[in-house]
């Protein structure tokens, strides 16, 4: 079984940063794509960065230019450098990582319990 823990969140000024990381453990074999995804209040949850096992990236338009998602595989962890973070980025950030935790199962979605970033003044 797959567990993954978000840290690095919490409460920055509009225009400041913030680096989410993603930590994954527990059974792994091989890790494919991995990315974010964000849900703000009454909102639904929306992509925001993606990343797979070659390091191609995908971001969502809001994301663009402000946001960076990496992988350190060795390290089994996934990161997202948010920079000019304005109000509407707050939300609770989520990680996920399709995952085959044994050399003979199939391809599975793990999900992060997520984590809040606020951006207030």
């Known amino acids: 079984q797959v567990r993954l823990v978000e840290s690095g969140g919490g409460l920055v000024q509009p225009g400041g940063s913030l680096r989410l990381s993603c930590a994954a453990s527990g059974s792994i074999f091989n890790m494919y794509a991995m990315g974010w995804y964000c849900q703000a209040p009454g909102k639904q949850r929306e992509l925001v960065a993606v990343?797979?096992?070659?390091?191609?990236?995908n971001y969502a338009d809001f994301a663009k230019g402000r946001f960076t998602i990496s992988r350190d595989n060795a390290k089994t962890t996934l990161y997202l450098q948010m920079n000019s973070l304005k109000p509407e980025d707050t939300a609770v950030y989520y990680c996920y990582t399709d995952i085959r935790e044994t050399v003979a199962g199939g391809i599975v979605r793990s999900w992060g319990q997520g984590i809040q970033v606020t951006v207030s003044s």
């Open positions: 990343i797979d096992s070659g390091g191609t990236t």
